[in-house]
């Protein structure tokens, strides 16, 4: 079969109504007009008045080129989940598109609901927009002061780690996971695409990959976006995948190719995990995931002082920023905030009107309040054996043998036993459990493996509860997303090798550290580390001195 045959939904029947389509476009062009508002206002919200260069914010920060894509797809799983009544969340690796999610909780109405104070309507309008990358406002990342958030995207590269992590032990939860064609050339995030080869359909969620395709980095092209698009679905397909592609930049044409591609994909997880959980299949399944390839800075301005913006790096962050300046510049951005007709989208007041206010899901279906994405909420202790009774009897120095790991071993056994019920604790480490001595689990749980299995092999399974890949992001990712949802996890690693997620440990202590302060944050499990061979320094036989260390975060 050729390649194209395979990867191309067609739509034969266009899947959305006259109706439907014109309250999607109508949904997603109030959505960019927010994420624009957000960028460059700090008045005039609604567009009541010509701009003026008070209007404008003094010092202009967003990114504007991956945001309408964003919108986009949000757009059109929030029709996916109103028809199918789905449990999702949403992670985008391209964090720094923060217009885009605040938009989206602003038109859900969880914004207003979490901050009373920004109101949906023309002043809560304004204040959305002021505050947005401004002193005593809000980042312009996708934080976590953004409702339905559990990945901030200021480093790229964990999107997908984070979301297999969130779908594990979840089996009626799915994970929209938008990857970036930029963060895609990340170490780490080549890695997490072998998540899926861990994924159990039986007990697990489901993770839908959505590759976005904009063709530019900041100031570059991406490289997934150069290559002939047959070696782009074969490398996906080499990952385990089958892709589906949707391209253009005609919007009622890529609603319809979406929303069928959408549809398919979903047909195909449900099947997937029906399948397998009434046991008429078993084994590896290929998980769908979607190529979407549409213009950077999509709907925004084509040209700017004759230089191309629209499908160029040109509008990665602020198209223009001197519009307190330059009064034509000025007037190409009141010319493209009004090419999204806000007359047609809020009423008087400034209120979504009825036909885009209620286009979402409603209460905790909607993705900007899943409970899964504020994971404390869903918490459950865990049912813990007494230390006591792990106690190294001594009874007179230096005449007992013991290793302190190997003793936490047969500790974490029992708490897998104790919580086998609830499944909701789970040990991660790139191929050093045993090494690091925790090998007594494995005689109540094995090793997750969803890749072939040979009669020889040693406790793999597919529901095992012990993650191991050699890739310390991944896994790291992995418990992150694990523990972001609501559980409860555990790494061991060698300390020589934990820093090469240091960067990542930052990442989320900055999470934890801004959540605090956070009132509708609610407190999530600790992070917890076993750091093995400690220093690794050398004596005179050349061997190495290991101690074990434990951190607790």
Not at 263 to 281: K, N
Not at 479 to 504: K, P, Q, W
Not at 518 to 541: A, G
Request: charged fraction near 25%; proline fraction near 7%; hydrophobic fraction near 35%.
């Amino acid at each position: 079969m050729v390649a194209n045959e395979i990867v191309r939904t067609e739509v034969a029947a266009s899947p959305l109504s006259d109706d439907e389509l014109h309250r999607l476009d109508k949904w997603w062009r109030a959505a960019n007009y927010l994420s624009v508002g957000q960028i460059y206002l700090m008045d005039n919200p609604l567009l009541r008045e010509d701009l003026e260069p008070e209007h404008v914010k003094p010092r202009l920060l967003g990114h504007w080129g991956t945001t309408p894509g964003l919108n986009f797809l949000y757009a059109h799983l929030n029709r996916a989940i109103m028809q199918r009544d789905l449990d999702m969340i949403y992670i985008i690796g391209p964090g720094h598109g923060g217009p885009s999610l605040v938009a989206a909780a602003w038109l859900e109405g969880t914004y207003s609901e979490v901050y009373p104070n920004v109101t949906r309507d023309a002043v809560g309008m304004k204040r959305l927009f002021t505050q947005f990358s401004f002193p005593g406002g809000i980042p312009s990342h996708v934080a976590p002061e953004t409702p339905g958030s559990i990945h901030e995207g200021g480093e790229l590269g964990y999107a997908l780690s984070h979301a297999y992590g969130a779908a594990f032990d979840n089996p009626d939860l799915i994970i929209a996971c938008i990857v970036g064609d930029g963060e895609a050339e990340t170490g780490p995030l080549a890695t997490s695409w072998h998540s899926n080869k861990f994924l159990n359909p039986v007990g697990d969620g489901a993770v839908l990959p959505i590759l976005h395709l904009n063709g530019y980095k900041i100031a570059n092209p991406t490289l997934l976006d150069r290559i002939p698009i047959d070696e782009l679905m074969a490398l996906m397909r080499g990952y385990g995948h089958e892709p589906f592609l949707v391209e253009g930049d005609d919007p009622v044409t890529m609603h319809q190719q979406f929303a069928a591609t959408l549809d398919v994909c979903l047909d195909r997880i449900s099947e997937i995990q029906r399948d397998h959980r009434e046991g008429r299949a078993t084994g590896r399944p290929t998980w769908p995931m979607i190529i979407l390839r549409s213009p950077k800075g999509w709907t925004g301005p084509e040209k700017i002082d004759s230089k191309l913006v629209e499908g160029f790096w040109r509008s990665h962050q602020v198209p223009f920023s001197d519009t307190r300046q330059n009064r034509s510049h000025l007037n190409e951005l009141q010319k493209w905030l009004q090419s999204y007709g806000p007359e047609e989208l809020f009423d008087s007041e400034g209120r979504p009107v009825p036909e885009i206010a209620n286009l979402h899901p409603v209460g905790e279906r909607r993705m900007s309040a899943n409970p899964h994405a504020n994971g404390g909420g869903l918490r459950r202790p865990l049912r813990m054996p007494d230390f006591r009774d792990y106690e190294v009897k001594i009874d007179r120095p230096g005449h007992t043998v013991a290793e302190a790991t190997r003793v936490m071993g047969t500790f974490l056994r029992d708490v897998i036993k104790l919580n086998e019920e609830s499944r909701n604790f789970r040990l991660f480490s790139p191929d050093e459990n045993n090494s690091n001595r925790w090998q007594d689990v494995l005689e109540v749980t094995n090793r997750a493996w969803l890749a072939e299995i040979y009669d020889y092999d040693d406790h793999l399974a597919a529901d095992g509860r012990v993650m191991e890949i050699l890739s310390e992001h991944t896994i790291q990712g992995w418990l992150e997303g694990y523990l972001l949802t609501g559980r409860h996890g555990f790494l061991s690693t060698y300390e020589a090798f934990i820093h090469l997620v240091d960067s990542m440990f930052n990442q989320h202590a900055k999470w934890l550290k801004v959540t605090d302060d956070i009132e509708w944050r609610r407190p999530i499990s600790s992070l917890n580390y076993l750091l093995y061979s400690h220093v690794w320094r050398k004596i005179t036989t050349g061997s190495r001195i290991r101690i074990p260390v434990l951190l607790i975060m």
